[in-house]
């Protein structure tokens, strides 16, 4: 039998056992995944620039959507467009749909012999009206000041009228005064925008660069000269430009001329050819940057 006090004891161990507070489970929080800001620099080309849409719809394809959008000149068209929400297909859709005789509008003046006003009109009505800060992303179309010579990037006002300045080939386009200073062609002072992208936050920049490099080969036809003339006085810039790019995408579009809207088909395709290619290295820019984030912290 037992005796009192073995009965006792037995009882104030099982009412220790019974109050003791059981370990909770140990819960394991996942890091969250650091996203960099992702920013695409779209540079000038006239119609070489419809590969800058062939790239978007690569990009998109594979997860990659930029956060922030700088473009110049034929940059700044697709660019406004892309920043007011549409996705790449949609992009690709209107793309092929834009008539060029839409966007010509002649005027007898020494300073262009395009307005310019009917592609405002034209960006305008792609982005239903909004103005520069009211687009779904963060945008930056970069023109030059024809009196100070300055870079300037336009994130606010209307986007029509900023595009149409950033687009405003010297002697092809009148200036666009905004604000009461003059613009012209932003390809002047920045044919591929990084800078511009880097200014607005971007930690990693995707640079898609189509100008027309110099080949020993002469240019046929004014916009063809006009726009190689442009890019051999502006080579140091775009050096500048792209020193400062993660990765930069070049479409093999060079075949293409200025005013050839009919191969704006194999434009798109270059583009789409180039993005692919790219994708490893982009991926890999954007994992370096998240590890040396993490690293940091």
Request: charge should be positive; hydrophobic fraction near 45%; aromatic fraction near 4%.
């Amino acid at each position: 039998m037992w005796s009192v006090s073995r009965i006792a004891a037995s009882a104030a161990i099982f009412l220790l056992a019974a109050c003791t507070t059981p370990t909770p489970p140990v819960v394991v929080v996942p890091k969250p995944v650091l996203k960099p800001k992702v920013a695409l620099a779209l540079g000038g080309g006239a119609a070489k620039g419809f590969a800058h849409v062939g790239v978007i719809r690569v990009l998109e394809q594979n997860g990659i959507v930029p956060d922030i959008i700088t473009g110049t000149s034929a940059g700044s068209i697709v660019g406004a467009i892309y920043a007011s929400g549409v996705d790449g297909e949609a992009l690709r859709y209107r793309a092929l749909r834009i008539n060029e005789s839409d966007l010509r509008d002649f005027t007898f003046s020494t300073s262009g012999f395009l307005k310019g006003e009917k592609l405002a009109a034209m960006v305008n009505q792609q982005v239903d009206g909004k103005k520069i800060e009211q687009l779904s992303r963060r945008f930056g179309a970069v023109v030059t000041d024809l009196d100070s010579g300055a870079r300037v990037v336009l994130k606010s006002g209307d986007t029509g009228t900023a595009v149409r300045a950033s687009a405003a080939i010297p002697n092809v386009f009148q200036p666009v005064t905004i604000n009461g200073r003059r613009y012209v062609d932003g390809g002047l002072t920045s044919p591929v925008p990084v800078i511009a992208a880097r200014e607005m936050g971007a930690d990693i920049v995707i640079a898609v660069d189509i100008s027309a490099k110099p080949t020993g080969k002469s240019a046929l036809g004014f916009l063809s000269l006009l726009d190689q003339s442009l890019n051999i006085m502006s080579q140091a810039a775009l050096t500048q430009e792209l020193k400062q790019a993660n990765v930069t995408l070049r479409p093999r579009v060079l075949h293409i001329g200025s005013a050839d809207f009919d191969e704006r088909g194999a434009a798109m395709l270059e583009g789409e050819k180039v993005a692919r290619e790219g994708l490893p290295v982009i991926r890999q820019a954007i994992e370096r940057w998240a590890t040396a984030r993490s690293a940091a912290k």
